[in-house]
């Protein structure tokens, strides 16, 4: 059975892992982290200093995902997406969370002032819906609410209802 591939994006904080996370467990779809996954397997290049994080190898973690991807029925989560090839993605989605429930969140997280506010810019500004947008066809590029757990299940009952018509739409 063909399975499409989903990439959840936007900023540090909106919900991407737990959103994520939970239409894996309801969708069979597998999910994939790629933070993690950098982590794991030290898929990095240098170290950025001002931002005190180490810095993606793009093109590894491009590389280390190819064979999944084309394979299909996968869900990326990233707060990226430029790099990514354009084919892998038959659907993104672009969470979005109202400032001063993303700044309680990142708080929380025990972010220092200057990554809060940062982030905080990087929502305010849209950063990752135009970075999708300017990424992939726009027709496929959906921003999602994602404030509360309402927001929660709506977007899960949304996208596996989304992931059920292709599934048939693909079958022949
Ligand atoms: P991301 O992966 O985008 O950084 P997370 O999924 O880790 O974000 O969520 C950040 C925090 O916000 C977590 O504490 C999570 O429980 C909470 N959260 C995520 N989505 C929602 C939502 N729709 N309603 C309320 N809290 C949420
Ligand atoms: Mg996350």
């Known amino acids: 059975m063909l399975l499409p591939n989903i990439l959840l994006t936007g900023t540090p904080g909106v919900g991407k892992t737990t959103l994520g996370k939970e239409l894996a467990s309801r969708s069979g779809l597998k999910y994939i982290n790629v933070g993690d996954l950098a ?3 030290q898929l990095y290049d240098g170290y950025d200093e001002e931002y005190d994080c180490p810095i993606l190898d793009e ?3 491009v590389d280390e995902l190819e064979n999944q991807m084309s394979e299909g029925g996968v ?3 990233y707060h990226g ?3 990514f090839p354009e084919r892998w993605f038959h659907i993104v989605f672009v969470l979005k969370t109202d400032n001063s429930v993303l700044y309680k969140r990142l708080e ?3 972010y220092n002032e200057k990554k809060l506010k940062d982030n905080i810019q990087c929502e305010i500004f849209q950063i990752l819906y ?6 992939y066809k726009e027709e496929i590029v959906h921003q999602l609410p994602s404030n509360n757990p309402e ?3 709506d977007n899960i009952d949304q996208i596996l ?3 059920e018509q292709w599934v048939k739409d693909h079958s022949s």
């Open 39 to 41: 982590r794991e397997g």
């Open 59 to 61: 093109d590894r973690v």
């Open 75 to 77: 869900i990326v989560d």
């Open 81 to 83: 997406c430029d790099f």
């Open 108 to 110: 929380t997280r025990g």
């Open 130 to 135: 135009e970075e999708a947008l300017a990424s």
């Open 151 to 153: 927001d929660l299940e």
């Open 161 to 163: 209802k989304w992931i």
